[in-house]
């Protein structure tokens, strides 16, 4: 027997701004990871720079492919790698991102 299951998606979460702003979270993640198993030494950052090598070049490549095709899919994707790439490399700079952190007044 099969079970169907739905998830209800947040308005807020079914935009392009959200999506990149996930890839950057993302990208600064894996660099803490990445900081906190490999003890933030020269590996770590030989890792974190070859992982935004990939995604950034990756995410140009995608951008540049989508405009050239008139394919917002590969745009959003470029988008995202390329969003992703800068996290990365902001999470070797010891930033850290508290996204859940509420801001009184607003």
């Not at 950057?24 to 770590?44: M, P, Q």
């Not at 996290?87 to 952190?101: A, D, M, P, S, V």
């Amino acid at each position: 027997s099969e079970m169907k299951v739905f998830e209800e998606v947040p308005q807020s979460r079914v935009s392009i701004k959200w999506l990149i702003k996930r890839a950057f979270r993302s990208g600064l993640g894996d660099s803490v990871a990445k900081s906190l198993i490999l003890n933030n030494n020269l590996k770590t950052i030989l890792h974190a720079t070859k992982g935004f090598a990939v995604r950034f070049f990756a995410g140009v490549a995608s951008m540049i492919y989508g405009l050239l095709k008139f394919d917002l899919r590969y745009i959003i994707k470029g988008l995202q790698l390329f969003s992703s790439s800068l996290g990365t490399l902001t999470g070797l700079t010891k930033y850290r991102l508290n996204e859940y952190r509420k801001i009184h007044g607003k």
